[in-house]
């Protein structure tokens, strides 16, 4: 059995506290791992261990809001953020599980957020949007569900389409036609949204020219 003797504010991280038994640093913990702990209190092995267990498991679980501080992430960001910080595979459900529970994680808004973000500034088709999202782990019946409520892809098509022929302006129909269409396609629409939009699209910067 061992006694508390101290619990001191670490300098370098005051969201975490040096624990010493017997006079000795004993280990160190979060202040909500620590929370209860007071001067004086006998600890056996058995419970210093689930101290350590329960600090390792609010270490990653702050670790991961960190990371979420930044911008909304999906599950599969979260784990793989987590496993880059070996963080003991063991942890990483409970994490991502007391995150949903919260409200801080959860994959459909994650999709909306992306797709709505990908509409605002750089428009693209259902093909690239659908790659992107399966690369963040989404669900296929989620990313389903989100371009159909969120992309039109004829719209997003002109609007990508519209800034770059105003760029091409200057190029012979030819050439025009080819660099809008590859950029369009990487862009990710498919042929039959591109093939109609080249010309209205050339009209349009060809009137613009000679207002």
């Not at 270490?59 to 991961?64: E, G, I, K, S, V």
């Not at 960190?66 to 910080?85: A, M």
């Given at each position: 059995m061992n006694k508390i003797t101290a619990i001191k504010a670490q300098r370098k991280n005051p969201q975490r506290v040096s624990i010493f038994l017997d006079g000795e640093f004993a280990f160190g913990l979060t202040r909500m791992v620590a929370g209860w702990l007071q001067v004086g209190q006998i600890l056996g092995e058995e419970k210093i261990a689930a101290l350590k267990a329960d600090d390792e498991?609010?270490?990653?679980?702050?670790?991961?809001?960190?990371?979420?501080?930044?911008?909304?992430?999906?599950?599969?960001?979260?784990?793989?953020?987590?496993?880059?910080?070996?963080?003991?595979e063991m942890l990483i459900e409970p994490t991502v599980e007391r995150l949903e529970e919260k409200g801080y994680l959860n994959d459909a808004d994650f999709a909306k957020l992306w797709v709505e973000n990908r509409n605002a500034f750089r428009p693209r088709g259902?093909?690239?949007l659908n790659i992107e999202l399966r690369q963040k782990g989404i669900s296929d019946e989620i990313i389903e569900s989100t371009l159909d409520t969120l992309v039109d892809e004829e719209t997003l098509a002109y609007q990508a389409g519209l800034k770059k022929a105003k760029k091409l302006a200057r190029y012979e129909w030819q050439d025009f036609r080819k660099k809008l269409?590859?950029?369009?396609?990487?862009?990710?629409?498919?042929y039959g949204i591109i093939s109609p939009l080249l010309p209205q699209l050339w009209e349009e910067v060809k009137a613009d020219d000679n207002e």
């Open positions: 498991l609010e270490m990653a679980y702050l670790r991961a809001i960190n990371f979420l501080s930044y911008r909304p992430r999906s599950k599969r960001e979260i784990r793989n953020n987590l496993r880059k910080y070996k963080v003991p259902r093909r690239a269409a590859a950029f369009l396609a990487r862009r990710g629409f498919n």
